[in-house]
């Protein structure tokens, strides 16, 4: 029977005894006793590798490492765990889909469009494999909603468009771009579309097939899971046409020195031993999250961050970038430089964020150098909201 209820889902975070208010949950969320009990337990009491050795800590290992597959695959609703390949994160994801699926394909003045508000994550490497094959890397300009403008993307797809990268959720304002939408124009162009799901995965997992994604890409750690850990979702078709881009031990199935055969999907890429108490915590995290009312955990997290608007914006100079109903709250206080006002938050014991959050070509579109950005996540309360709004004006006061 899944439930939400405030005071008892933050009492499984022992880290805020420490940070205080942490509003930062959209750099990393804070994890729960299940994924630290679990994590701990395999270092405690297992410690053995996967898919290697026969003994009973070993499968022990194994069994709980490919369970944690399953659960991804439910999270996605993928048609099999087969289409889940472990990465360390939404960059590794990204770069694999990039290196493995687009370098052997792209031919020079082939297009790749990616969103104008895309995280670094999903723009680097599409500019390293333009440069690698002489593709061209298009963008898809960001509306006066700073959200993908998918009115143009019909006038942008040609017939030399490979790929369309574009995110789930933005990281700084939180807004979602009609995903559905987005892939059906690319899909009637005969172009994949990879998604970057590293922001938008736990407000709201998409249903991979409904949506008909090819590649997904998210990290475990925004999921309430260990760092250093991720996956990427890919449709299985695609998935068999990519080469292994990583060599070592466990990718292949024979080897000599005149050639090798690889593994299977995923296993083929997944070279080396893998981050197991990752893959371990990361299922503890999505069995715990079963448990939780997570929808109505996204309601009670936007409306903190639509109390945290209200306040602040009786603040003289406010200005919002905040996608409406979404539980991130970036924001800057006309005529203070970001970056002093988050210094001083800090002293007064509130962890928010401030810079350009990874996205460089979206404040520039804004025109702005960086942003503050609140993130408000189900165990944090309306004290949170109360203290950044005080302790926003006492540092407003110290800089007047
Ligand atoms: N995309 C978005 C939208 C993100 O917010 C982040 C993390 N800040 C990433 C990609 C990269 O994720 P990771 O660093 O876990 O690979």
């Known amino acids: 029977m899944k439930s939400f209820n405030p005071d008892l889902f ?17 750099a ?38 490919e369970n944690a597959r399953q659960l991804v695959a439910e999270l ?19 770069n694999l889909v990039a290196q493995s699926y687009a370098r052997p394909r792209l031919q ?33 300009p960001i509306n006066k909603f700073f959200m993908p403008d998918l009115n143009q993307l019909p006038a942008l797809l040609t017939k030399k468009t490979r790929i369309l990268a574009i995110g789930h959720m933005s990281n700084v304002t939180g807004g979602c771009p ?7 124009l690319a899909h009637n162009n005969g172009t994949v579309v990879v998604v970057d799901g590293a922001q ?8 991979v097939q409904q949506l008909d994604i090819d590649f997904y890409a998210f990290s475990a750690h925004k999921l309430y899971g260990p760092t250093g850990i991720g996956a990427l979702y890919g449709k299985a078709a695609l998935l068999a046409e990519m080469t292994p881009w990583q060599g070592g031990g466990k990718m292949l199935t ?22 197991i108490a990752g893959v371990i915590g990361l299922g503890a995290a999505l069995s715990w999250l079963k448990t939780q009312d997570m929808v109505e955990a996204e309601r009670y997290a936007c409306a903190l961050a639509q109390a945290a608007y209200d306040q602040l914006s009786s603040i003289r100079g406010f200005i919002s970038y905040r996608a409406p109903g979404s539980s991130l709250l970036a924001f800057n206080i006309d005529g203070y430089h970001h970056s002093d006002i988050a210094a001083l938050l800090s002293e007064q014991g509130v962890a928010i964020r401030s810079g350009q959050h990874c996205t460089q070509p979206l404040l520039d579109a804004m025109g702005v150098s960086g942003t503050l950005r609140a993130s408000f996540a189900p165990y944090n309360q309306l004290a949170d909201v109360d ?4 302790s926003l004006t006492y540092a407003l006061s110290l800089l007047e």
């Open 200 to 207: 938008g995965a736990v407000h709201s997992p998409p249903d």
């Open 76 to 94: 996605l609703n993928a048609d099999s765990h087969r289409q889940i390949v472990w990465t360390k994160g939404t960059t590794e994801a990204i």
């Open 10 to 26: 933050r009492q499984q975070f022992p880290a805020l005894k420490q940070t205080g208010c942490y509003l930062d949950s959209a």
């Open 28 to 65: 990393t969320a804070l994890k729960p006793l299940a994924v630290i009990k679990a994590t701990e337990q395999y270092y405690a009491h297992n410690g053995a590798t996967v898919h290697r050795s026969a003994h009973s800590a070993a499968q022990q290992a194994t069994e709980l490492f």
């Open 178 to 184: 009609d995903l559905q939408l987005a892939i059906k």
């Open 108 to 140: 020079a003045d082939d297009e790749i469009i990616v969103a104008e508000s895309e995280h670094h994550s999903n723009l680097i490497p599409w500019l390293i494999v333009a440069q690698q094959t002489g593709a061209r890397v298009v963008k898809l």
């Open 387 to 390: 203290r950044l709004y005080e």
């Open 254 to 275: 024979q080897a000599s020195f005149s050639g090798f055969q690889p593994q299977s999907v995923p296993e083929c890429f997944e070279a080396g031993t893998p981050n």
